[in-house]
């Protein structure tokens, strides 16, 4: 039953989470703006900004100076090429750890978590030194494998989540029925834990999307991202602020609509489970 | 018909085998987002009509990613570039390792000895030339003359710290936020610890002693960094331990600063009108000194290197000394004007005539050759580099240091408090790196 809200407070509370919302996606507005302002304009103060001309003149310079396309084409492959392996490797994984568990299987849980909690560059030196050996250094298929380790343990742990809030019974019904092991994560799993998979998928391709560690050491020039690409445009020694939120709006901008369009999906797996 | 088949095979051979004559080697180049570096980039069909066998790819990055993404490479021998931009501050502790190539055989027509001495004797390893000058930059005082004209003083051409105070009092202008001077108190080795470092050789200080010892408990750096908040709390600009390179030129730009003392290469962008809302009222003067023989100023130099075990050294020899020639020079004078020649690197630029009506030549060269980095201090140092020590264990040192003085500036510690944790945390890290027996 819906609780009894009154019209003012329906109106505070819209305020508010408007407010909230504006102000945590303010900086990205500011970014947008200033992308639209000459270099002298974009170091004005914050009035005096909003009444200035408008240009392209920065999407202008940036196009001219670097290849957008090419670092754009590596973002998506890496980021679409890690998520697609991380699913693989974990749909299997979370199945056996949700509805197989071992006498070990918290403790392995912890243990894969714990791999995220040492710094990337504690291992930059011996990781950088393999990827010399084996020929990855500046290579996409180096950079998606790399991305999907790091984010394996996050990709395992959501969806092992979601799978234990999917009943147990289900599962034996299809196994009684007769599905083989791969049937019944295909066919019976899968679907019910749609959502799920879904977000898992989408929070992984932005956090490989904007993973700027491993791709800005790792890469040169074929395989180099979008990360790269905007860390050519800051500079300490001179305000280049105009150019610089011209490439960031570029470089965010597909992950920016694509979190616009699955937003309801995204949510609908973050809450899923929440509610029994 | 069987003669045209024959005629085509011929062709082919011929098209192939001139293919391979002319087999273009790429040379991949590791270069900072500054504006001389991108104008470069716009001038290489000079450079291809000279060498059209060389190909030149560029990875642009900003400076702190660039120096990790470029050490990881060379010290692991991974071959990702055949050209680096590297700084004054990395050059000396690469050579020694042996990770760059000697540039010792450069061709006659290159003058090395045209190389400003200053800037050279930071590039030489044990006599060898390791590196080429891109381009080099010191720090001067910027100052606003309406306003040092409406305080009723005259900016001296090289000022001591006294008058800098002085100034900065009269031209102070709180509730029209106009701030007497404006300095870097952001904490970073290259950031606050550059300009401190720096402003503490000309108050007699130094880093370490001949035996590598610490020397934030002497009475010369108490008396630099108690001159400098003061200087800061007094007649600075609100929320300093912030400010860097960039926040700086902003105010400055927007005339909300008297004096800023700073990288020379910052000349070039105050007194652009097109930025600068106060271009036509700047005037330039040496950094500050308290006549004990040393200036506060820097030096600083962004070169070409080739790092050793790249398999291209021809080309990337060829490319350095294009970049880094007289011919270069005249190249971006001829194309975009004399105020845009990469500076601070040759002797035959400031003989230049036409350069030396630039308005910021004079006190660049002037700035540049003031700072000696092979002697550094008033006092002997067993180390090189004037806002930096040259050992590989500075970054983390400076940095941690730099957070310590500007927290002091924030007002969360004193000036005795952040010296006393400098000289502590200094001591140790030297004793466990070994350079304190």
């Known amino acids: ?276 | 018909m069987k003669l045209s088949h024959r005629a085509m095979f011929g062709a082919t051979v011929a098209l192939a085998l001139s293919g391979a004559a002319m087999a273009e080697t790429t040379i991949t180049v590791a270069t900072v987002n500054n504006g001389d570096m991108i104008r470069m980039q716009g001038l290489m069909d000079a450079f291809y009509a000279k060498h059209p066998d060389i190909k030149v790819d560029w990875v642009t990055l900003e400076e702190n990613v660039l120096r990790q993404r470029v050490t990881t490479d060379v010290a692991t021998k991974g071959g990702q570039f055949d050209v680096m931009t590297i700084g004054t501050y990395e050059a000396p502790i690469w050579g020694k390792q042996g990770w760059l190539v000697p540039l010792n055989d450069l061709p006659a027509d290159y003058d090395v000895d045209d190389l400003l001495p200053a800037i050279r004797g930071g590039l030489t390893v044990d006599g060898n030339l390791i590196a080429a000058p891109f381009y080099g930059e010191s720090s001067m005082v910027m100052y606003r003359t309406d306003l040092m004209e409406k305080a009723g003083l005259t900016m001296p051409e090289a000022p001591t710290w006294t008058f800098i105070k002085e100034a900065a009092a009269a031209m102070t202008d709180k509730p029209n936020e106009v701030y007497g001077i404006c300095l870097r108190g952001k904490a970073g080795w290259g950031e606050n610890m550059a300009f401190l470092s720096a402003m503490s050789n000309s108050f007699g200080a130094k880093w370490f002693d001949m035996d590598w010892k610490p020397q934030f408990d002497q009475k010369p750096w108490a008396d630099t960094l108690t001159f400098y908040l003061d200087l800061m709390n007094n007649y600075g600009p609100p929320g300093a331990s912030n400010n860097g390179f960039n926040e700086n030129l902003s105010l400055f730009q927007q005339g909300k600063c008297g004096m800023w003392i700073d990288a020379t290469v910052a000349a070039s962008f105050v007194t652009n009108a097109a930025e600068s809302t106060v271009a036509d009222k700047v005037g330039f003067a040496l950094a500050p000194d308290n006549g004990l023989g040393k200036r506060g100023n820097w030096l600083w130099a962004w070169n070409l290197a080739i790092p050793a075990g790249t398999q291209k050294e021809e080309a990337a020899k060829a490319f350095v000394a294009w970049a880094t020639s007289k011919e270069y020079l005249a190249l971006v004078a001829e194309k975009e004007g004399w105020a845009n020649v990469p500076p601070g690197t040759r002797q035959s630029l400031y003989d230049n005539p036409e350069y030396q009506k630039v308005p910021f030549a004079k006190m660049t060269l002037e700035s540049i050759n003031a700072a000696d980095p092979t002697l550094p201090a008033v006092d002997p140092v067993p180390y090189v580099g004037v806002q930096f020590v040259a050992i590989p264990e500075f970054q983390g040192l400076g940095t941690a240091v730099g957070q310590m003085f500007s927290a002091a500036l924030a007002g969360s510690d004193t000036a005795e408090g952040a010296l006393a944790k400098a000289q502590a945390f200094t001591t140790t890290e030297m004793t466990r790196a070994g350079y304190i027996k």
């Open chain 1, 1 to 276: 039953m819906a609780r009894n809200t009154s019209p003012a407070r329906k109106w505070v509370v819209t305020v508010a989470a408007w407010t909230i919302g504006f102000l945590i996606f303010f900086p990205i507005l500011w970014i947008i703006i200033l992308s639209f302002k000459t270099e002298g304009d974009a170091i004005k103060s914050p009035l005096a900004v909003l009444s200035s001309g408008w240009t392209m003149e920065s999407y202008h310079v940036v196009q001219e100076r670097s290849n957008y396309f090419l670092h754009f084409m590596n973002s998506v492959i890496i980021s679409l090429g890690s998520t697609v392996l991380a699913l693989v490797i974990a749909i299997p994984a979370a199945w056996s750890m949700a509805f197989v568990p071992g006498k070990r299987t918290k403790d392995l849980l912890m243990w894969m978590l714990s791999t995220k909690m040492m710094p990337a560059v504690g291992v930059l030196v011996p990781l950088y030194l393999l990827f010399r050996d084996f020929g990855l250094l500046d290579s996409r298929i180096g950079l998606v494998g790399v991305l999907t380790l790091i984010n394996l343990p996050i990709v395992v742990w959501m969806l092992y989540t979601y799978f234990k809030e999917i009943p147990g019974e289900i599962l034996e019904a299809a196994r009684m029925d007769g599905a083989s092991l791969r049937n019944e994560i295909l066919y019976v799993l899968t679907p019910m834990a749609v959502p799920g998979i879904a977000s898992t998928m989408l929070l992984n391709i932005i956090l490989a999307w904007n993973e700027a560690f491993w791709t800005l050491q790792l890469t040169t020039k074929n395989a180099a991202p979008l990360t790269q690409f905007i860390a050519s445009y800051s500079s300490p020694e001179g305000l280049f602020y105009a150019k610089l939120s011209a490439a960031s709006t570029m470089a965010i901008a597909p992950i920016l609509i694509l979190g616009w369009f699955s937003q309801k999906q995204l949510v609908r797996g973050l809450t899923f489970g929440a509610v029994k």
